[in-house]
């Protein structure tokens, strides 16, 4: 069976509507809307996961793009409202309270989010495991809280581009300022979920950066010297 019908096979069992809680987002600023055509960051990011972070992380190497500054990657598989076909997007996570945790950094009008109004179902793809589960908005304050600061200090990178200081701001000051953001919560078909070395706040990055970083050395060293024997 190809790998898409898999999925698609996977994903379909009693899809509902995400539970909505009465406690309202606040509007989104000015030019941080998804479908806001100056907002330069959305398009930047869509060309920068359509070329690297998608076909990166669908190849299994998920866990080499992670670090403390840009956070890890899940691709995490929706299935879209009007096409009815599995759409794949990298979102930067957390995992905590036996459960993965992610955001709709451009607010209620971000596509994915959208489709998971009408299917929650999904299936991500984490640094070497695959799940099925369900989503569930998370819109409860003292949750956002307790969830939300760890979430973007883990994203540190998008979170700083996105104008949000993560270690300077408190917790109420952050919620305050991300309160137009959808948190969404990814409960696991086979029960909780515990934290592994290649997810945020494990080590597993460690030994992966250093090796990239002397590979890169390596790989220097032998470009200098071919060039000085060219230009003997």
């Given at each position: 069976m190809p790998a898409t019908a898999r999925i698609m096979q996977g994903m379909t069992a009693t899809a509902a509507p995400l539970d909505r809680p009465d406690i309202a987002l606040a509007e989104p600023p000015a030019g941080a809307r998804a479908d806001d055509p100056i907002a330069p960051a959305a398009r930047f990011f869509q060309v920068l996961n359509r070329y690297l972070m998608i076909p990166v992380t669908r190849a299994g190497l998920g866990a080499w793009l992670s670090t403390?500054?840009?956070?890890?990657?899940?691709?995490?598989?929706?299935?879209?409202?009007?096409?009815?076909?599995?759409?794949?997007?990298?979102?930067n996570y957390i995992v905590a309270e036996g459960a993965i945790w992610v955001v709709a950094g451009f607010g209620p009008r971000t596509e994915w989010y959208r489709n998971l109004l009408a299917d929650p179902r999904v299936e991500a793809v984490l640094p070497g495991r695959t799940l099925s589960g369900t989503v569930t908005e998370v819109r409860a304050p003292a949750v956002r809280r307790r969830i939300l600061p760890a979430l973007m200090r883990s994203t540190a990178g998008p979170s700083l581009a996105a104008g949000v200081n993560p270690w300077r701001s408190t917790p109420d000051a952050l919620c305050a300022e991300m309160a137009w953001v959808p948190m969404l919560r990814i409960d696991p078909d086979d029960g909780p979920l515990l934290p592994g070395p290649d997810d945020p706040g494990g080590s597993g990055w460690v030994w992966r950066q250093a090796?990239?970083?002397?590979?890169?050395?390596?790989a220097l060293a032998v470009v200098r010297r071919a060039v000085r024997r060219l230009l003997r």
């Amino acid at each position: 069976m190809p790998a898409t019908a898999r999925i698609m096979q996977g994903m379909t069992a009693t899809a509902a509507p995400l539970d909505r809680p009465d406690i309202a987002l606040a509007e989104p600023p000015a030019g941080a809307r998804a479908d806001d055509p100056i907002a330069p960051a959305a398009r930047f990011f869509q060309v920068l996961n359509r070329y690297l972070m998608i076909p990166v992380t669908r190849a299994g190497l998920g866990a080499w793009l992670s670090t403390p500054v840009g956070g890890a990657m899940a691709l995490v598989r929706i299935r879209g409202r009007k096409s009815g076909l599995i759409r794949e997007t990298p979102l930067n996570y957390i995992v905590a309270e036996g459960a993965i945790w992610v955001v709709a950094g451009f607010g209620p009008r971000t596509e994915w989010y959208r489709n998971l109004l009408a299917d929650p179902r999904v299936e991500a793809v984490l640094p070497g495991r695959t799940l099925s589960g369900t989503v569930t908005e998370v819109r409860a304050p003292a949750v956002r809280r307790r969830i939300l600061p760890a979430l973007m200090r883990s994203t540190a990178g998008p979170s700083l581009a996105a104008g949000v200081n993560p270690w300077r701001s408190t917790p109420d000051a952050l919620c305050a300022e991300m309160a137009w953001v959808p948190m969404l919560r990814i409960d696991p078909d086979d029960g909780p979920l515990l934290p592994g070395p290649d997810d945020p706040g494990g080590s597993g990055w460690v030994w992966r950066q250093a090796l990239a970083l002397g590979l890169s050395i390596a790989a220097l060293a032998v470009v200098r010297r071919a060039v000085r024997r060219l230009l003997r």
